[in-house]
């Protein structure tokens, strides 16, 4: 559930903030935090699970291998970036890609209400089991991919994370198959608009 968004909060404090936080310690092994990108009118979020490698060094969100596999489906949607938000559970990277504990994901989550209190996303895209678990509660990504699940108001789609594809590259099919599935609910929604504003 989103956080009550502050009057004057904004994208780029939010940044500000998460460059800053020392709140996990997470913050004493990165060597940049990754706060998220995309803009503020986004109607999709992607949420991944943490910064790799290349996101820590360059301090940007999927920018690695996993990041191409990504960019590369959403152009096969025809999904625009400039129509996304992207961005993790936690801001910084665990060591050597390690899954985030318990207490790292508590300790970064206002950052990420914060987000999509601001955003409003029209769609919340879960990528990986991480994500799944940490925002539903869910556990098996592979039996749930595919679906919209709403949950307080908010829908969410679920797929796998691209990394997934790295070392299964079997998956690739269903990840492309599931972000088309993802750009034809949004454009659904966005032609469904269109109708009820001719009549009012
Ligand atoms: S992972 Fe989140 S809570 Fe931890 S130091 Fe980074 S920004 Fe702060």
Excluded: W
């Excluded at 539903?136 to 949950?151: D, M």
């Amino acid at each position: 559930m989103a956080a009550a968004q502050k009057h004057d909060d904004s994208l780029e404090k939010i940044a500000a903030d998460v460059r800053g936080c020392p709140l996990c310690k997470l913050a004493q092994t990165r060597k940049n935090a990754v706060p998220g990108e995309g803009q503020l009118s986004a109607k999709i979020m992607f949420i991944g699970e943490a910064p790799g490698h290349s996101e820590d060094k360059e301090g940007r969100p999927f920018v690695g291998a996993a990041g191409r596999i990504l960019d590369d489906l959403l152009k096969k949607a025809g999904i625009e970036r400039s129509q996304v938000f992207i961005t993790n559970m936690v801001k910084c990277r665990p060591p050597n890609n390690r899954v985030p504990k318990e207490d790292e994901l508590t300790a970064c989550r206002p950052y990420l209400d914060r987000q999509i209190a601001l955003i409003k996303p029209k769609v919340i895209c879960i990528l990986g089991r991480t994500a799944y678990s940490s925002l539903l509660g869910g556990s098996s990504i592979t039996a749930s991919r595919g679906k919209i699940v709403e949950r307080a108001g908010q829908k969410y789609f679920l797929t796998f994370h691209p990394a997934a594809i790295i070392y299964n590259k079997g998956l690739l099919s269903a990840l492309e198959a599931d972000l088309k599935k993802l750009a034809e609910e949004i454009n659904k929604e966005e032609e469904s608009k269109a109708s009820l504003e001719d009549y009012l």
